[in-house]
């Protein structure tokens, strides 16, 4: 009985430790090794004709795990899937070029096992469309060449600034004496830069989007005085510093480093993105996404100043629940997180209860915008308040830019051309905590949905506002009034809003847009609670509300900076326009903070409690 108890024992080690491209066991796991189908560490082998063979075998709702070998593999996309997407706040630029696309995938596990991922030209690494219970993890991803240049500032004089680029990394053309980029099989030509301290690696405050070389910085005349070597002639109405780095855009803006589609139970876990030719993660129109230990960051191996891509994480069009935790992004040429909807324009009244809708802004179109028994809001253009709720019934698109829905009763009799739509069942609830928001261009978090929204534990060191909530149907069509958010145990430290960008008002600033905003305006959002924070403003404005029907600033500490100038025109601590029910309490403030003072704009004083009026002047208009 012992001897054949030991054969039994041993014959089922055996079986396990065979590496088997498919099992077929219908309960156990199936292991797909890719290298099994031929996928080895090389440059020169591209990677993206193994990986078809073994998605080939990810079929069924057996739960299954696609394994890499640690190493470094290489893609390029001439033999890629390419399938026409249009994907949110991205440039419709068909097809896409998708490195990995999963369809109809489900119960899977891509563990990379700490292999490097290296990508060539324009693609779109990961692509989950209509798939269910996914979890990717361990891996980094990268670009051989990557999308975007980078220069040491080497000499600055009054008429010349002297750059070095890596010429490994940046091939520079002069055309006409200007400065093009190779994007495939075309030239792009420079059109935007930002500077970066050497040693901080951070956006130099006061540049921005005000431009770290000036008004005046496209009169330049390019010159390639040796190689690798770049002379900008020109009387820069802003010097950078020599020693600094500039970060040159050039590149379109047409694919995500992972695109999430249609999808639902969807993780990432410990991704390292260093590059993406587009949004690092996007996901749209999916449900409870995970994303816990995604590092949107620099690749400091390669002495990189910028991060994943433009936004790191971009939540358009989502529900369910959207976690972000332990992630850390930094040197992103966006804003870290986005999470929003998107409004769209009435555009025709039609019969039988159907409405004709425009998508208005052009990196945003062509999606799957509702779907049969989505609730949704009529939302008056001006005053931008709701004036009914419906039922999407059916969808019919005419167009990438227009469609038509019909609803299951009739649409509100005041609703007109002009108006707009939210689509109130896309909308999530959102937890980001215990992440890391290091200097990127522009805001750290935006932040517009209706759901439940908490913001805990994370320190913020943003180069604009820290926190934005905005909301609009009138500019970028971002839509999402907030009903229940908590800002609570954060750092906010003293880079935050260092440099101007469009609605940073404040370190935390609420700021939708609001055409028709007055005393008979309802207040667009509500219920904001601000606690238990530490801010070190160098600056005067901590906090800016407009339109906000409840808002607390209670319990939290802010002690001033002196690492900075202050430069930004607005000299007040605290400003509410047109806001009701403000409550600033139990705040410890130090002696020499700049302003101590808040604005009331249209804000009667009736409307705020507070426990500072002996040492805060307030001011009205």
Not at 228 to 247: D, H, M, Q, S, T
Not at 505 to 528: G, M, Q, W
Not at 606 to 621: A, C, H, M, N
Request: aromatic share 12%; net charge negative; hydrophobic share 35%.
């Amino acid at each position: 009985m012992k001897t054949n108890l030991f054969f039994i024992i041993l014959l089922g080690l055996v079986g396990f430790a065979q590496p088997a491209a498919a099992s077929n066991a219908p309960n156990d796991t199936l292991y797909i090794h890719l290298r099994d189908y031929g996928l080895y560490k090389t440059k020169d082998r591209d990677a993206v004709k193994y990986i078809n063979k073994a998605l080939e075998d990810i079929k069924g709702d057996q739960p299954k795990v696609l394994l890499f070998s640690p190493g470094e593999y290489h893609f390029y996309p001439n033999e890629c899937t390419k399938k026409t997407y249009f994907e949110s706040n991205t440039t419709d630029i068909n097809p896409k070029a998708c490195a990995f696309l999963f369809e109809n995938v489900n119960n899977l596990v891509i563990d990379g096992r700490g292999a490097t991922l290296v990508f060539h030209d324009q693609m779109q690494p990961f692509t989950f469309d209509s798939c269910r219970n996914i979890v990717l993890k361990n891996l980094r991803i990268d670009w051989e060449q990557p999308l975007i240049a980078q220069a040491k500032i080497m000499k600055v004089t009054d008429h010349y600034i002297d750059l070095s680029f890596n010429a490994k990394e940046a091939n520079f053309r002069i055309e006409n004496d200007k400065l093009y980029f190779p994007e495939g099989d075309k030239l792009n030509e420079w059109y935007g830069a930002m500077e970066f301290d050497q040693e901080g690696r951070y956006i130099v405050p006061q540049t921005g989007d005000n431009g770290c070389l000036g008004s005046n910085w496209r009169e330049y005349k390019a010159v390639a005085t040796m190689p690798g070597i770049l002379r900008l002639y020109n009387e820069f109405a802003r010097k950078p510093k020599k020693g600094n780095f500039l970060v040159m855009r050039y590149a379109n803006r047409a694919h995500s480093g992972v695109f999430i589609t249609d999808s639902k139970n969807i993780t990432v876990q410990n991704l390292f993105l260093f590059h993406a030719t587009g949004l690092g993660i996007l996901a749209q129109f999916s449900e409870d996404l995970t994303f816990d230990q995604y590092r949107a960051i620099p690749n400091l191996a390669r002495n990189h100043y910028f991060g994943g891509g433009d936004d790191g994480l971009q939540i358009s069009n989502c529900k369910g629940l959207v976690k972000v935790t332990q992630c850390e992004f930094a040197g992103l040429m966006d804003d870290p997180i986005n999470v929003h909807g998107t409004s769209v324009q009435v555009q025709e009244i039609m019969p039988e209860n159907k409405v004709k809708f425009r998508f208005m802004h052009h990196q945003s179109s062509g999606m799957v915008w509702g779907r049969k028994g989505d609730r949704v809001s009529f939302i008056e253009n001006e005053r931008m308040n709701s004036i009914g709720s419906g039922e999407v019934v059916a969808f019919q698109p005419l167009s990438k830019d227009v469609f038509v829905l019909t609803f299951s009763q009739p649409v509100p009799k005041t609703l007109q051309v002009g108006d707009a739509l939210e689509n109130l069942t896309w909308s999530p609830d959102v937890e980001i905590t215990n992440s890391q928001f290091k200097n990127c261009r522009a805001r750290g978090l935006l932040v517009s949905t209706p759901g439940k929204v908490v913001v805990e534990n994370n320190t913020f060191e943003s180069s604009g506002s820290a926190i934005l909530i905005a909301g609009d149907a009138n500019g970028w069509f971002e839509s999402g009034a907030v009903k229940d958010v908590t800002i609570r145990n954060n750092t906010f430290g003293e880079l935050c809003n260092t440099s101007p960008y469009q609605f940073c008002e404040a370190i935390i600033s609420v700021y939708p847009i609001i055409p028709k905003l007055d005393e008979e305006t309802p207040c667009f959002h509500r219920n904001i609670k601000i606690e238990n924070n530490r801010f070190h403003p160098f600056d005067y404005p901590v906090l800016f509300a407009r339109s906000v029907d409840g808002i607390t600033f209670n319990n939290n500490e802010v002690f001033r900076s002196y690492t900075f100038e202050p430069y930004h025109q607005r000299p007040y601590t605290f400003t509410f326009e047109f806001c009701k029910h403000v409550q600033i309490r139990n705040n410890q403030f130090s002696d020499d903070l700049l302003g101590k003072n808040i604005l009331l704009k249209k804000t009667d004083e009736s409307e705020l409690d507070s426990d500072i009026s002996g040492t805060f002047r307030i001011e009205k208009l």
